[in-house]
C-alpha cells in the first residue's frame, strides 16, 4: 500500500487567455513533493474546454498549444477526477500549494471544478495554505525598498525578461516557459533558491 507522504503540491495552469468566466482551461501541471520537495508524483494533462471557451489568440501564441492538443485533450470532468484522486493518492492532510501567481491558477481551478459539478475545492480540498513564488519576491522587494536598497528581484515574472527564469539561471527543457511542467519545475526551483539565498 502506498505511502501518504505528500506535503507540497505544485500547480501551474495553462489557459485559453486570461479571464476564467470567457477562457478555458487547456493544460495543468500537479507535482505531489515531500517534506524536502523531491517529486513523489505529478499529473500532467491537456484539457479540451468546454465550446463555450473563447481562445484569445495572444495566449495562445504565447502558450504554444495547438488546437489540435486542444482538441485531444480530456474534458473540465474527467480533468477534476483525475485531479482529486492525485490528493486522494498522495495526501493525508490538505496539501499546501506552491505556485507563481497562484490567484491566477486557483480562479481557473475553482471555475472548472464548479463547469464540472464538483464543489469545495477552497477549504475542504486544497485549504488555504499556499506559497506563492510572486508574493515572495514582492516581500523581499518591499524590505529592499524599507532599507533604502536596490530591488533584489526587479522583475518577479518567472519568464520576461529580466525575471526569476533568467536571474537563477534556470535554463534547459526541464524549465521550458509557458508548458505547464515547465512552469512548475521552475517554480519549484526557484523557491527553493530564494530559500538558500535569504535563509
Do not use: W
Amino acid at each position: 500500500m502506498k505511502t501518504k507522504i505528500g506535503i507540497y503540491l505544485a500547480i501551474d495552469t495553462e489557459a485559453s487567455g486570461v479571464l476564467p468566466y470567457k477562457n478555458g482551461l487547456i493544460e495543468v501541471a500537479a507535482v505531489v513533493l515531500d517534506k524536502h520537495l523531491n517529486i513523489l508524483d505529478q499529473l500532467v494533462v491537456d484539457i479540451k474546454p468546454p465550446k463555450s471557451a473563447k481562445f484569445d489568440p495572444e495566449a495562445m501564441k504565447v502558450n504554444g498549444i495547438s488546437m489540435e492538443r486542444v482538441e485531444n485533450g480530456i474534458s473540465y470532468k474527467k480533468f477534476c477526477s483525475a485531479f482529486l484522486k492525485l490528493i486522494k493518492d498522495n495526501f493525508e492532510a490538505k496539501p499546501v500549494i506552491i505556485a507563481q501567481f497562484y490567484p491566477f491558477d486557483n480562479a481557473y481551478l475553482v471555475n472548472v471544478f464548479d463547469k464540472a459539478g464538483y464543489s469545495g475545492l477552497n477549504g475542504e480540498i486544497l485549504g488555504n495554505d499556499y506559497i506563492d513564488t510572486k508574493s515572495l519576491t514582492n516581500s523581499f522587494n518591499l524590505i529592499s525598498r524599507i532599507k533604502g536598497e536596490e530591488l533584489k528581484y526587479p522583475v518577479t515574472s518567472l519568464s520576461k525578461k529580466g525575471g526569476l527564469k533568467e536571474k537563477f539561471g534556470l535554463n534547459g527543457e526541464q524549465f521550458k516557459s509557458h508548458t505547464a511542467l515547465g512552469d512548475v519545475m521552475m517554480t519549484v526551483e526557484v523557491l527553493k533558491k530564494l530559500l538558500d539565498l535569504e535563509y
